[in-house]
């Protein structure tokens, strides 16, 4: 059986809602779930998936239902064949479409094959194009009862009012640093012995994806650490006039428009955080962002956040990660005193 909360427990507030509101038949047809990227958001709608399709949930007694883990509807979801499943996610243009989101109207109308209800994800909702988006109104204006849609949203990510409006919202939270740190630790005593990362790699994932212990998994198992630091080097060297801009972008072009634009954002948001008196989530950037924080005026680092919203949504068009990152390090070049800025 699937207890979310037991490997995951930052998502018991959220799971033990869901429990509550399908014990009392108050659940409703749509729920946007938001969390911040690599908090376990898709894990958790898979486990309410999987809950809402089950025939013979244990625990209902007690208002905490969970999948029985044995009848035919888990037995097929865990062979991921589920026929009364369906999940939309971005395609190759990093949005979805609006022919995903027909194909949902039409999913959502028919009837259940296999089980008594059906069961749409999508992943994510605030990455409908415009079309897409308009085309789900319909589907939320007019909801059926045997049809859960469970839309996931990235923190600060919008997603049309109008949408959002038909949804109600439950929110996944951050875990503290103790709780990501064991269930990463977990995770990778899982994995053969020649494959698991350092205690230092552990931690400095875990610094940089800011306690998402999921994102934490994917950069201490990948290459992203390897890659950022060279970005950040060349950041720096850059940032003091060493290198032309063009070098300096090469290194961001190899973490991707998306990996690009997740540093950037971390340490705009770490310079605004310097700037109203906290303390930077990149412990490594700290003295170079502090530096820049007790030169300029707070405003700035707010700019640059919205630089790097443009730069996302430029990406819906397959805009070039390597202009978008030149684009970007010349604004923060322009925080730099003049007589140390690159002619």
Known sequence: MTDISRNMPWHKKAWSAVQRRLSEGRLPHALIITGERGVGKRVWADAVAELLLCDSPTGQEAGEPVACGRCKQCELYAASSHPDVRVYAPEKSRMVKVDQIR?????????????????????????????????????????????????????????????????????????????????LVDKVQALEEADRPSAETLTKALMLSGN???????????DFLNLRDEAFARFKQFMKAKIPVAEAAKAFKA?????????????AADLARLSSGGNAHDHEAEEMLGYLARINPAWRAHELLDMVRESRAAGVYNANPELEASRLLIAWQKLMPMKRRAG
């Open 255 to 267: 973490l991707g428009l998306e990996g690009s634009l997740w540093l950037f954002e971390g340490w």
């Open 212 to 222: 998402a212990p999921r994102l934490a998994l994917d950069y201490a198992t990948g």
């Open 103 to 183: 194909a949902l109207s039409t999913f959502a109308v028919a009837s259940p094959q296999v089980a008594r209800r059906k069961v749409a994800i999508i992943d994510r909702a605030d990455q409908l194009n415009l079309n897409a988006a308009n085309a789900l109104l319909k589907t939320l204006e007019e909801p059926l009862p045997d049809v859960t849609l469970l839309l996931l949203q990235e923190s600060g990510r919008p997603v049309l009012p109008t949408i959002r409006s038909r949804c109600q919202s439950l929110a996944i939270p951050t875990p503290d640093a103790e709780s990501a740190s064991a269930w």
